[in-house]
């Protein structure tokens, strides 16, 4: 899949800010309904958490395509009145479960960077703590870049301003490594080409853990080799 730029006004945004922007969207989000009651805010934030868990497990299981509405709300159990109530359609469900994985992914990505004071080592660690995401949780690299996506439309990103934080977190760190002097581009070479490099190999790297086995060797070790010869390759390093 491309790397995509949303046309909204987020685009001006930094990662940090979209993120911040997102949660608070996600908070002043009403609920949906249809005449019906409305329900207290425990109650919305339980039901509509129970349906994202089970559908996710179906989706992994049965594909997205073999899950329809009323199987997840068996599965719940709720009416199929009230999983209305909550998403709009299948679409609904899946992308609520994509934004809770990459935000919780981002997170955990920007927590492993900020251990780390220069550019050039939070650009490293950002992009090893991406890779050991996936490997530690392989149901949710499942659940985005495996589905039965190719034949429906439904499965394509549906926000991109959020699932490319990653991306643009990365073009950052770049970028202030640039202009600390910590890293001195070779001719020709952008901080979005560098960061387009780093996505790929890193996303590659996550996919050969999740999806194959027998690799014994430490995954930190490995991810390590292979984004510090990229840097190497691509930018000189200023003394």
């Not at 790397?3 to 996600?26: D, F, G, N």
């Not at 909550?86 to 251990?115: E, M, P, V």
């Not at 394509?156 to 910590?182: D, H, M, P, R, V």
Request: charge should be positive; proline fraction near 3%; charged fraction near 25%.
């Amino acid at each position: 899949m491309g790397l995509c730029w949303s046309s909204s006004r987020t685009t001006h945004l930094s990662a940090s800010e979209r993120m911040k922007e997102h949660k608070v969207i996600e908070q002043a989000k009403p609920t949906r309904g249809r005449g019906r009651p409305k329900l207290s805010d425990p109650d919305t934030g339980d039901t509509r958490a129970k349906i994202a868990s089970v559908a996710r497990v179906l989706f992994i299981e049965e594909g997205y395509q073999g899950v329809s509405m009323r199987k997840i709300a068996s599965k719940v159990p709720c009416s199929v009145g009230v999983l209305y109530h909550h998403y709009k359609n299948k679409r609904d469900i899946l992308q609520d479960i994509w934004d809770d994985i990459f935000l919780t992914s981002f997170t955990y990505c920007h927590k492993a960077a900020g251990k780390h004071k220069n550019a050039i080592d939070k650009l490293q660690h950002f992009c090893m703590a991406y890779v050991r995401y996936w490997d530690n949780h392989p149901d949710h690299f499942k659940m985005i870049y495996l589905l039965d996506r190719q034949e429906n439309e439904d499965l394509a990103y549906t926000n991109q301003s959020f699932s490319y934080l990653k991306y643009e977190w990365i073009t950052e760190f770049i970028a202030s490594a640039i202009q600390s002097g910590e890293l001195i581009p070779e001719e020709g070479i952008s901080a979005h080409q560098i960061a387009e490099s780093l996505y790929s190999i890193s996303q590659g790297l996550a996919y050969r853990r999740v999806c194959y086995e027998g690799h014994p060797e430490k995954q930190d070790t490995v991810s390590g080799v292979a984004i510090r010869g990229l840097l190497k390759g691509l930018v000189t390093q200023s003394t």
